[in-house]
T-cell receptor, first 110, second 116 residues
Framework: EDKVVQSPLSLVVHEGDTVTLNCSYE??????LLWYKQEKKAPTFLFML????IEKKSGRLSSILDKKELFSILNITATQTGDSAVYLC??????????FGQGTRLTINP | EPEVTQTPSHQVTQMGQEVILRCVPI?????FYWYRQILGQKVEFLVS????????KSEIFDDQFSVERPDGSNFTLKIRSTKLEDSAMYFC??????????????FGSGTRLTVV
């Protein structure tokens, strides 16, 4: 059965801390791994990773994929209260389908 | 920035009634999807749609569900006879091709369906 597992499920840190969110996957016909931020409703796109070992960066966020060990991490440095959200990891299975993890609820306290 | 638009944002319906959830994908996208998220659970794939036909569907997407692209802009999900367990947030998503595909799937804000 295809599955994506995220850890931790919940994380509370202080503003300014650095956090690392984990995502492991076992998905047939794997193509790519995506990270999304979900605040109130719509998941908003952060990164799509297709190649192993190549870090993608966007401001304070970065992510990397390890296709040998079947995992990805999302790093957020110098966290701000606006980073509080549920972070979703999803793997593409075959040509079309996204298989989602259960999400990590990140809370940044001032 | 282009958006996927979903209407209504919230719908309450009686068990056994038919509902139609509407979506306007990003205009130059060619792949369309419906996902759902039951409260407190994972986002689950329902169906993908390309070239005016279903390309893949999950076990959840049984005969009670159907999708349609009635014109060049709308993409709808119909549930014929709603059940209590259909209560969930339903997300529409679309995806581009070529360079646009590097930006992943764009999700709408969702329709919260409550079946009573």
């Amino acid at each position: 059965e295809d599955k994506v597992v995220q850890s931790p499920l919940s994380l509370v840190v202080h503003e300014g801390d650095t956090v690392t969110l984990n995502c492991s996957y076992e998905v047939t016909n794997f193509r790519s791994l995506l990270w999304y931020k979900q605040e109130k409703k719509a998941p908003t796109f952060l990164f799509m990773l297709t190649s192993s070992g190549i870090e993608k960066k966007s401001g304070r966020l970065s992510s990397i994929l390890d296709k040998k060990e079947l995992f990805s991490i999302l790093n957020i440095t110098a966290t701000q209260t606006g980073d509080s959200a549920v972070y979703l990891c999803a793997a593409t299975q075959g040509a079309q389908k996204l298989v989602f993890g259960q999400g990590t609820r990140l809370t940044i306290n001032p | 920035e282009p958006e996927v638009t979903q209407t209504p944002s919230h719908q309450v319906t009686q068990m056994g009634q038919e509902v139609i959830l509407r979506c306007v994908p990003i205009s130059n996208h060619l792949y369309f999807y419906w996902y759902r998220q039951i409260l407190g659970q994972k986002v689950e794939f329902l169906v993908s749609f390309y070239n005016n036909e279903i390309s893949e569907k999950s076990e959840i997407f049984d005969d009670q569900f159907s999708v349609e692209r009635p014109d060049g802009s709308n993409f709808t999900l119909k549930i014929r006879s709603t059940k209590l367990e259909d209560s969930a947030m339903y997300f529409c998503a679309s995806r581009g091709t070529g360079r646009a595909a590097n930006y992943g799937y764009t999700f709408g804000s969702g329709t919260r369906l409550t079946v009573v």
